[in-house]
């Protein structure tokens, strides 16, 4: 089991923890490709896309929407699942709910 304080999530735990999955798509050709097909975005634009605000939101609503690419992920990384979707949630969340948590 993972110490409560190791579910703590703000800011930059979030971003970092969506780089790190969207790394983890890019590292399998499937992965990446079903994201790509799933955000309509391809490998021309997805440079680009990287630059947009609500980009990592993506990658991350990507990983919740699917549990075996969640769990995956986070026993790759060493991490709970629960840290996972805390970033997430904070990422996708309305901006009132984006408080450390």
Known sequence: MFPKQNLRV????????????LGFLAGD???????????GLG???LRAAAQEPHFLAQIMDHMAGDESLLLAF?????LP???VMRAQQFLSGPPHEREDA
């Open 10 to 21: 703000n800011r930059q735990d979030a971003e970092d923890i969506a780089v790190q999955a």
């Open 29 to 39: 050709p499937e992965k990446l490709e079903r994201f790509l097909a799933m955000t």
């Open 43 to 45: 490998p021309e634009n």
């Open 74 to 78: 986070a026993a790759n990384q060493g």
């Open 81 to 83: 699942p629960e840290k």
